[in-house]
C-alpha cells in the first residue's frame, strides 16, 4: 500500500510540472504554414505537443480564451488571450519545424500587442517569446514580461535556419503567484506602412519542477571572468548566446522514484558534460572558471556526458540511461546536491580558455 502510495504521490507531482509548460504557435494556417511536430523542441529543447489557437478571420481582430493542452496533449485550466491584431501568415525558409514556427505570425499594427495567459500555477518560469518579423528597415520587435526582471528586450527578425536569442527569440524569467502572465509586443519603429512587428509563438517552461537555480552569471553572484554577464538566472554570456546556457532540473527528485531530467539549453552542439557536488562555491555565487562560474565543488561526480543538439542536451534522455540518484549515488535518506552542466565554447571570444558553464540547480532529494 505505501509503494503504490508513494508512485501516485510521483506521478501527480510529475504530471503537475508537465501541466505547466507549453508550447504555442501563433498565427497558424494549416494549409500554408503547419503546426510544429510534438518532436521539435524549439529554442529550449522543450518537446511536446504544440498548441494552435486560431483567431478569427478578420483583420483586426483578436484571439478569444483560448483553453491550452500540456507538452503531453493533455487538457489544463491554463488560457491563452489576445489584444487586437491584424492576423497574418507566410512561409519561411528552413527546416520544417523550424519553418512551422517562424513561417506565421500574428502580424501587429497597433501600438501594443498583448498576450494573456491565465490559470499558471504558482512558481517560477521562463518565457521565449518568437517575434522574428519585421517590414520595416531598420526595425525591431520590443518584448516585455510583466513582473519581469530583464525588461523590454528586442528581436531583429531574421530568418534562418537555426535560432539565435535577440534575432529569432527572446526570454524572460518571472515569477507567478496567482495572476497572469502578460506578455507585450510592439514595434520599435513608430510608423511604417503596415505590419510594425509580429509574434511568431512562445514556450512556457516550469522552473521549479524539483530544483532551484542558483549561481547564476547575471551579476548577483561573482561578476563573469570578462564582463560577460548572462541573463538573469542563466550562466554567463557565449559567444552564441549573449544570455547564456541555462540549466533547468524538472521531475522529481526522490531516491525511491527518481523523475529528475537535467536540461541544458544555448550550448554548444558538443558533448555536454552533467557533474553533481556536495557543496555550492563561495555560498552559492560561484567563482571564475574558464569563460564562465564554477558552482559545484566537495565531493563531484561526472553524472554524464550528452551530445548536445539544436543547442540543447538533457540527462537522462530515455528510459535505457540510468537516472541521475544511481549516477550520483544519492544515499536513500536522501540529501541536498548541486548540479551544473560544462560545455565548449572554442570561438575566441573571452579567456584563453575553451569551455563556459551554465548557472547550477541544488537539489534537495527526498528518500
Request: aromatic share 8%.
Amino acid at each position: 500500500m505505501r509503494t503504490i502510495l508513494l508512485a501516485g504521490i510521483v506521478l501527480t507531482l510529475l504530471a503537475t510540472a508537465r501541466a505547466q509548460s507549453f508550447n504555442v504557435d501563433l498565427g497558424t494556417s494549416p494549409a500554408h504554414s503547419p503546426v510544429p511536430d510534438a518532436s521539435y523542441g524549439g529554442s529550449v529543447g522543450q518537446v511536446g505537443v504544440w498548441n494552435a489557437p486560431q483567431a478569427p478571420a478578420t483583420s483586426p481582430t483578436a484571439l478569444p480564451a483560448s483553453l491550452l493542452v500540456d507538452l503531453a496533449g493533455g487538457p489544463t485550466p491554463v488560457t491563452i488571450a489576445s489584444s487586437s491584431f491584424s492576423y497574418q501568415y507566410d512561409s519561411a525558409a528552413g527546416n520544417a519545424g523550424f519553418a512551422a514556427l517562424l513561417g506565421d505570425w500574428f502580424e501587429i499594427d497597433s501600438a501594443v500587442f498583448q498576450l494573456q495567459v491565465d490559470g499558471l500555477a504558482t512558481g517560477d518560469y521562463e518565457v521565449t517569446t518568437y517575434a522574428s518579423v519585421v517590414d520595416c528597415t531598420p526595425a525591431a520587435t520590443r518584448v516585455t514580461v510583466t513582473g519581469s526582471s530583464e525588461g523590454a528586450l528586442v528581436t531583429t527578425g531574421s530568418y534562418m535556419n537555426d535560432h539565435a536569442a535577440g534575432v529569432t527569440y527572446v526570454r524572460h524569467r518571472v515569477s507567478i503567484a496567482g495572476g497572469p502572465l502578460v506578455i507585450e509586443v510592439a514595434s520599435t519603429v513608430a510608423s511604417c506602412f503596415s505590419e510594425l512587428g509580429a509574434c511568431n509563438g512562445l514556450q512556457i517552461t516550469r522552473l521549479d519542477g524539483g530544483s532551484n537555480a542558483i549561481c547564476a552569471g547575471d551579476g548577483s553572484g561573482s561578476a563573469c571572468p570578462c564582463g560577460n554577464t548572462g541573463g538573469v538566472g542563466r550562466g554567463c554570456a557565449n559567444s552564441f548566446d549573449a544570455s547564456g546556457a541555462l540549466l533547468v532540473g524538472s521531475g522529481t527528485a526522490s531516491v525511491a522514484g527518481d523523475t529528475l531530467v537535467l536540461t541544458a539549453s544555448s550550448v554548444s552542439n558538443s558533448s555536454i558534460t552533467f557533474f553533481q557536488g556536495t557543496q555550492a562555491v563561495n555560498g552559492s555565487a560561484g567563482a571564475a572558471f574558464g569563460d564562465g562560474l564554477r558552482c559545484a565543488s566537495g565531493t563531484t561526480v561526472r553524472i554524464a556526458s550528452q551530445l548536445a543538439s539544436g543547442n540543447v542536451a538533457a540527462y537522462p534522455s530515455g528510459p535505457s540511461q540510468a537516472s541521475i540518484s544511481v549516477r550520483g549515488a544519492i544515499p536513500s535518506v536522501g540529501g541536498t546536491r548541486i548540479y551544473q552542466a560544462w560545455y565548449r565554447n572554442s570561438a575566441s571570444f573571452c579567456t584563453p580558455a575553451t569551455f563556459n558553464l551554465t548557472n547550477a540547480v541544488r537539489t534537495t532529494w527526498r528518500p
